[in-house]
Antibody, heavy 126, light 108 residues
Framework: QAQLQQSGPGLVKPSQTLSLTCGIS??????????WNWIRQSPSRGLEWLGR?????????DYAVSVKSRLTITADTSKNLFSLQLNSVTPADTAVYYC????????????????WGQGTVVTVSS | SYVVTQPPSVSVAPGKTASITCGGD??????VNWYQQRPGQAPVLVVY???VRPSLIPARFSGSNSGNTATLTISRVEAGDEADYFC???????????FGGGTKLTVL
């Protein structure tokens, strides 16, 4: 049974960088049938997709327009994890952050988020 | 970009049937996924591809999609079904996911 385990700080100061990691067990970050996503949730914005990374003979990344200039998602194949770095954070970035797998194997049709991390509550405050 | 709309809340008595809708322009042309989120927990996939249940999800959960409305139906509602439910589709052009605002299901 695959699992995602998140780690990272729960408090970040304004203008600093938010860094989170998502460790993968039971699957591979290099899988050619999975995509690895970051999604956040706040009362004001609901569930908001931030971006993803995936491997299809080479690495691809894709970001939401709203955070594209500030977000970097990377994969570490040696540790089988992927990471989020969000720069220049403001209080508006306060949210619960989730990592999630999109299954592209065909087992969930066109692809659904079939596996989620436990969530990390991130507060941006001085 | 594509927008999907859900009612903020739905209430139902135990043992009855709950219907949660997800509206969008010609949503029938899209594949709709549904997630259940209990308080303090991560979302869980309960229906994908409009009407397919993952293996561990009870048969009481079903989905349909027609015209401009997709529907998640929960039969014989139990207290443990009380949660937020989100619909999700894929934007055809960007392949980015679009989430509904969520519906809070209250079991009376």
């Amino acid at each position: 049974q695959a699992q995602l385990q998140q780690s990272g700080p729960g408090l970040v100061k304004p203008s600093q960088t938010l860094s989170l990691t998502c460790g993968i067990s039971g699957d591979s970050v290099s899988s050619d049938t999975s995509a690895w996503n970051w999604i956040r949730q706040s009362p004001s914005r609901g569930l908001e997709w931030l971006g993803r990374t995936y491997y299809r003979s080479q690495w691809y990344t894709d970001y939401a327009v709203s955070v594209k200039s500030r977000l970097t998602i990377t994969a570490d194949t040696s540790k089988n994890l992927f990471s989020l770095q969000l720069n220049s954070v403001t209080p508006a970035d306060t949210a619960v952050y989730y990592c999630a797998r999109r299954d592209n194997s065909g087992l969930t049709g066109l692809g659904a988020f079939d596996l989620w991390g436990q969530g990390t509550v991130v507060t941006v405050s001085s | 970009s594509y927008v999907v709309t859900q009612p903020p809340s739905v209430s139902v008595a135990p043992g009855k049937t709950a219907s949660i809708t997800c509206g969008g322009d010609n949503i029938v042309s899209k594949s709709v996924n549904w997630y259940q989120q209990r308080p303090g927990q991560a979302p869980v996939l309960v229906v994908y591809d409009d009407n397919v249940r993952p293996s561990l999800i009870p048969a009481r959960f079903s989905g349909s999609n027609s015209g401009n409305t997709a529907t998640l139906t929960i039969s014989r509602v139990e207290a443990g079904d009380e949660a937020d439910y989100f619909c999700q589709v894929w934007d055809n052009i960007s392949d980015h996911p679009v989430f509904g605002g969520g519906t809070k299901l209250t079991v009376l």
